[in-house]
């Protein structure tokens, strides 16, 4: 199969030196790699910003804002198999961004923020029959419930989810969720495990 897999967080820049982000570190996409390259598959790995070592055998695609991570998945989705989104794509962007560095000037600052495309979204809609998309949520409560809505919503085959508490740390607590078969935990387990668990259900599902 040809794994196209995204990874790390995006920057929506203020001005060229500021940016908005979040906390993922690109570890789970990473590991996602290097589990579907183990099984003997291709990837293309889509990152955003991080410090972590490419995956040996992997297509590297680099980029930094959600609108660049959306050309790339365009770009590379028609020639893959399976899609799994781990990337932590921001929601919003400032409307315009400054060319030159804003000066501090003790006085309140507003950002006019707008959002981002819904790169999971798209794939769903554009998908073929043949092709696999499997999405990340994060949820803080009602964590079953927003998953399962998500799943069907941006009609996704298979969906991933944790909680906060997931982020940053070695080993968590995550829920994979089918659109053709029921709920299954995988309890304080490496990202690696976790990342082993994903790719054998996705070749379950192309089976």
Same mark, same amino acid.
Not at 129 to 149: H, K, P, T
């Given at each position: 199969?040809?794994?196209?897999?995204?990874?790390?967080?995006?920057?929506?820049?203020?001005?060229?030196?500021?940016?908005?982000?979040?906390?993922?570190?690109?570890?789970?996409?990473?590991?996602?790699?290097?589990?579907?390259?183990?099984?003997?598959?291709?990837?293309?790995?889509?990152?955003?910003?991080?410090?972590?070592?490419?995956?040996?055998?992997?297509?590297?695609?680099?980029?930094?804002?959600?609108?660049?991570?959306?050309?790339?998945?365009?770009?590379?989705?028609?020639?893959?198999?399976?899609?799994?989104?781990?990337?932590?794509?921001?929601?919003?962007?400032?409307?315009?961004?400054?060319?030159?560095?804003?000066?501090?000037?003790?006085?309140?600052?507003?950002?006019?923020?707008?959002?981002?495309?819904?790169?999971?979204?798209?794939?769903?809609?554009? %998908?073929?029959?043949?092709? @696999? $998309? /499997?999405?990340?949520?994060?949820?803080?409560?009602?964590? +079953?419930?927003?998953? !399962?809505? &998500?799943?069907?919503? %941006?009609?996704?085959?298979? @969906? $991933? /989810?944790?909680?906060?508490?997931?982020?940053?740390?070695? +080993?968590?607590?995550? !829920?994979? &969720?089918?659109?053709?078969?029921?709920?299954?935990?995988?309890?304080?387990?490496?990202?690696?495990?976790?990342?082993?668990?994903?790719?054998?259900?996705?070749?379950?599902?192309?089976?």
């Amino acid at each position: 199969m040809h794994f196209l897999i995204t990874a790390g967080g995006t920057r929506e820049y203020i001005d060229p030196v500021r940016f908005i982000s979040n906390a993922s570190s690109g570890r789970m996409g990473f590991a996602l790699a290097r589990a579907a390259l183990k099984s003997g598959h291709r990837v293309t790995l889509i990152t955003g910003a991080t410090a972590l070592r490419p995956p040996v055998a992997a297509k590297m695609v680099n980029v930094e804002t959600a609108a660049e991570m959306f050309e790339a998945v365009k770009k590379h989705f028609p020639r893959c198999d399976c899609l799994v989104m781990a990337a932590a794509v921001s929601d919003y962007t400032p409307v315009k961004r400054a060319k030159a560095k804003i000066k501090s000037s003790g006085r309140a600052l507003t950002i006019k923020l707008e959002p981002t495309a819904d790169i999971l979204k798209w794939a769903g809609a554009h %998908k073929k029959r043949s092709q @696999i $998309v /499997v999405g990340f949520a994060l949820e803080d409560r009602n964590v +079953r419930a927003n998953a !399962e809505r &998500k799943l069907r919503a %941006k009609n996704l085959d298979m @969906i $991933v /989810v944790n909680t906060p508490a997931a982020i940053g740390v070695a +080993r968590s607590t995550i !829920e994979i &969720k089918g659109r053709d078969f029921g709920w299954l935990r995988v309890r304080n387990a490496s990202k690696v495990t976790i990342a082993r668990r994903i790719i054998s259900r996705v070749e379950g599902l192309a089976e």
